[in-house]
């Protein structure tokens, strides 16, 4: 089975711990989320988990078949329109061109990208647009991993709910599995299976949630429900003793 396991993991950049003793397994299948506060090293974990860091101390096992990632600016390229944008991967593993384009275009409808913006080039497509061509890109791959480093904070709540409910179309007919790093408690209750917390300085996980109801029966008042719930544990409230105002 196609899994994602981290052991023991610990990070430094210079003198400073960053992380300590990180263990967790992604299954197939499943969505988790590390939560914590910025500056605890979601973003090293990742980076770390998606082979784009070297691992110093423990390890890190994926036996994804393929995996692509969404960042949380979207990182297009300034001399490609949207399509090109978005084919470049599929070009780029020698799929034919006409094929890429042909993917490229449904998917880019598919997250709410209109014909009339396919030919524009990312200095002429507002931020929301952006983050939209960019889960395109990740997705059109077909990953059977994703790796999300906060791809919703720099959007409008409407935004967010639209690009979360296309996420969780594809996670509840068991297309895709994600590692998803936010400070967005919210966020993680609404799309994880399980929900790391990670404390900082140095970085460490000092709880696990589980959420059993189907992301695609999570309501609003699921979430705000356990969202409530989950403030009232100690360990949450000292991890986002800064973050909740
Ligand atoms: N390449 C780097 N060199 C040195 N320090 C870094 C580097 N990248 C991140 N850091 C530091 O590591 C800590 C964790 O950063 P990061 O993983 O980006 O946290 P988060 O994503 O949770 O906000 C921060 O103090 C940051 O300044
Ligand atoms: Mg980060």
Redesign the pocket.
Known sequence: MERLEVKKLNHH??F?E?LKDINFTLNKGEVLSIV??????????LHLCANLLDVEEGSVINTFKSSSFAFQEPRLLPWKNTIDNIALALIARGEKNSEAIKKSKEIALRFGLKEEDFDKFPKDLSGGMKQRVSFARALVVKPSLLFLDEPFSALDIGLKKELQTILIDMISKKEISILF?T?DLMEAIRLSDEMLLLKSDPGYIVKKFRFDLAQNERNDRYVYGKSAEILQDEEIISTFELELK
């Open positions: 950049f210079g400073t960053i914590g506060p910025s500056g605890g090293g979601k973003t090293t974990l790093i400070h």
